[in-house]
T-cell receptor, first 108, second 115 residues
Framework: AQRVTQPEKLLSVFKGAPVELKCNYS??????LFWYVQYSRQRLQLLLR??SRESIKGFTADLNKGETSFHLKKPFAQEEDSAMYYC??????????FGKGTMLLVSP | DARVTQTPRHKVTEMGQEVTMRCQPI?????VFWYRQTMMQGLELLAY????????DSGMPKDRFSAEMPDATLATLKIQPSEPRDSAVYFC?????????????FGQGTRLTVV
């Protein structure tokens, strides 16, 4: 069974501080990991996927198979980063399983 | 700019009434998901279609919920009879299989309130 755990419901930081949103997964096969973001009153949208190894809006995430983690990081948080962040797991033709989400609040 | 379209955006109904939510996936996408979002549970998968065939609806209460894809341009989620605990935001998403996994494109959701 697939499972995604985001241990923090809320993460509050000051502008300019580093941010790390944690995500751990459970899956016996080869995982495909994603981060989705939902800004206030907007639809969920893909932020990044592990296979791309890209940086979007200053965010990066590295898949660590040994620790079964896919933490989202940004060195300097901005106020516009305040949003709900969801980690998601999919593989092959299986479904897409989401964690419960972490609300990131960046204060001035 | 292709987008997933959901209707209605908001729905308030009385307990016991039937509710139908509609979704128009992005043209060419062969995968459709229905998710329910609540504060307590986050995003829960209700149903999942590929090429219009239901592959997984184990997250859906079968006695009152039903999901269908009458054609490739329409997915529906029905609740009959509705109950107050069904109050949530219901998201539809569509996607297609790409290298690196299925990227899901979400609609704006239907906010359902059952009183």
């Amino acid at each position: 069974a697939q499972r995604v755990t985001q241990p923090e419901k809320l993460l509050s930081v000051f502008k300019g501080a580093p941010v790390e949103l944690k995500c751990n997964y459970s899956y016996s096969g080869s995982p495909e990991l994603f981060w989705y973001v939902q800004y206030s009153r907007q639809r969920l949208q893909l932020l990044l996927r592990h296979i791309s190894r890209e940086s979007i809006k200053g965010f990066t995430a590295d898949l660590n198979k040994g620790e079964t983690s896919f933490h989202l990081k940004k060195p300097f948080a901005q106020e516009e980063d305040s949003a709900m962040y969801y980690c998601a797991l999919g593989s092959g033709y299986s479904t897409l399983t989401f964690g419960k989400g972490t609300m990131l609040l960046v204060s001035p | 700019d292709a987008r997933v379209t959901q209707t209605p955006r908001h729905k308030v109904t009385e307990m016991g009434q039937e509710v139908t939510m509609r979704c128009q996936p992005i043209l060419g996408h062969n995968t459709v998901f229905w998710y329910r979002q609540t504060m307590m549970q986050g995003l829960e998968l209700l149903a999942y279609f590929r090429n219009r065939a239901p592959l997984d609806d184990s997250g859906m209460p079968k006695d009152r919920f039903s999901a269908e894809m009458p054609d490739a341009t329409l997915a529906t989620l029905k609740i009959q009879p509705s109950e107050p605990r069904d109050s949530a935001v219901y998201f539809c998403a569509s996607g297609s299989r790409l290298q690196g996994g299925t990227e899901a494109f979400f609609g704006q959701g239907t906010r359902l309130t059952v009183v």
